[in-house]
């Protein structure tokens, strides 16, 4: 019984013990002046001066990677594939050696028309001997007007053969040159697409040589931009870049070659070529890209962080730093007045003497944006001028004619000093007791 009275003492003396605690914790301390401190005292906020700049102005749209030649390289005689001699993927010039196909067969027509050759030749030779007879003043009169005539005629016959057994030599050489298949261009080797020991015709596909030095993009925009483009065009040739899908830069040293000469009407919009050196194979054929062309620049356009704009039933806007209130939030009755002296005067005071700073105050500035600058940045075409202070961090405890504390990006506000805690402690007790 006696444990049980002593287990039961000690159960209420913690019970009190935490009362008083959580009393403490949660109603003591709004009657100290630290929690009036917090809210009654300047906001940290991030702020950054518009900047006037250079800003590049961009159109974009998606596009697709093309080839500016790419072959389907087939061989143009017949026969029995002996070999591939490129390696698939990778780089072949022009004129070197793709495939062999077997010569033999062309090889016995070249022999066949430089044999026939020779026996025109020999016959050729016989004719002209035969004229040269006639015509001689010593048989002349011996021999027929219309055998010279037909002399004449045979000349000429076997000699024209002579030049048909040239020319069936060299279209053979030709198509003999055909049996060592090379490359057009130069570029890269696709997948082959036979093997060695086919019989081939002219209609086969050996494998696909596709430029990829330079390369080009072709890419749309809304017909309404034509004028500006082909006026920008006129001026100066005008860059292109690549981006992907995050944005960042693929490449970034394209140059705009073609404007399409027609509006497609079912689209509204017109086609662009662009090219690009692709020195590091970062663009490949058929690929979709995302396209920025860029038309000007603006000289002096009004730039601030993208986080700085906010956007409100009433349009965007901006937290505009200012030295003094806002108009119609400095003024307020002398009650008022009285009723937060009493709560933060002490605070005020030593924060003014801690610091020397003069207050700072911001103020809710409508604005128009007229584009983006960057990636982070957009321009401000109407409501701020260059070297005005905006918010771009904190602006969720704002209010019209809040007094903060600026500071620059990366920077952390203070703690705050004994004294000023001291002061608030004081002048929160005061208040506290006054209700």
Do not use: C
């Amino acid at each position: 019984m006696r444990m049980s009275r002593t287990k039961w003492i000690w159960t209420l003396v913690g019970v009190a013990v935490l009362v008083i605690i959580l009393w403490r914790v949660f109603g003591g301390s709004s009657q100290r002046g630290f929690g009036d401190f917090s809210a009654n005292g300047p906001v940290p906020v991030t702020v950054v001066p518009a900047a006037a700049q250079n800003v590049p102005m961009y159109l974009g749209n998606q596009g697709t990677v093309q080839p500016i030649n790419s072959v389907n390289v087939q061989p143009q005689v017949g026969g029995q594939l002996l070999s591939i001699d490129f390696v698939e993927g990778k780089p072949v010039t022009k004129g070197q050696l793709l495939a062999q196909i077997d010569p033999r067969t062309l090889q016995a027509q070249l022999d066949q028309a430089l044999a026939k050759r020779a026996q025109d030749q020999t016959q050729l030779a016989t004719a002209k001997a035969n004229l040269q007879r006639s015509e001689d003043p010593k048989y002349r009169e011996y021999v027929a007007q219309i055998d010279r005539i037909t002399q004449k005629n045979t000349l000429a016959q076997w000699q024209a053969a002579v030049a048909a057994d040239a020319a069936s030599i060299q279209n053979t050489r030709v198509q003999l040159g055909f049996t060592k298949v090379t490359s057009p261009i130069n570029g890269v080797a696709g997948i082959r697409q036979v093997s060695p020991g086919n019989v081939i015709t002219t209609g086969t596909s050996i494998v696909t040589v596709t430029q990829m030095h330079p390369i080009d993009v072709i890419f749309s925009l809304a017909g309404k931009y034509l004028d500006e483009v082909r006026s920008a065009q006129a001026k100066a040739p005008l860059k292109v870049a690549v981006l992907d899908a995050s944005g960042n830069t693929v490449e970034a040293d394209g140059v705009l070659k073609v404007i399409d000469n027609q509006i497609d009407p079912d689209t509204a919009s017109f086609e662009l070529k662009a090219e690009f050196p692709n020195a590091q194979n970062q663009l490949y054929p058929g690929q979709y890209a995302n396209v920025r062309l860029q038309v000007r620049v603006d000289d002096n356009a009004l730039v601030v962080p993208a986080a700085a704009v906010q956007r409100g039933p009433n349009g965007e806007y901006v937290w505009l730093v200012t030295d003094t209130p806002p108009p119609g939030t400095s003024a307020e009755p002398d009650g008022a007045k009285k009723m937060r002296r009493g709560a933060r005067g002490a605070h005020a005071a030593s924060s003014a003497a801690a610091d020397h700073k003069p207050a700072k105050y911001v103020t809710m500035q409508a604005v128009t944006t007229s584009g983006e600058s960057g990636d982070t940045g957009l321009i401000i075409s109407k409501g701020l001028k260059a070297g005005d202070l905006v918010v771009t961090a904190g602006q969720f405890r704002l209010k019209e004619g809040s007094k903060v504390t600026p500071m620059k990006p990366g920077e952390i506000p203070a703690p705050p000093t004994t004294a000023e805690i001291k002061a608030a402690a004081k002048g929160g007790g005061r208040g506290g007791r006054r209700h």
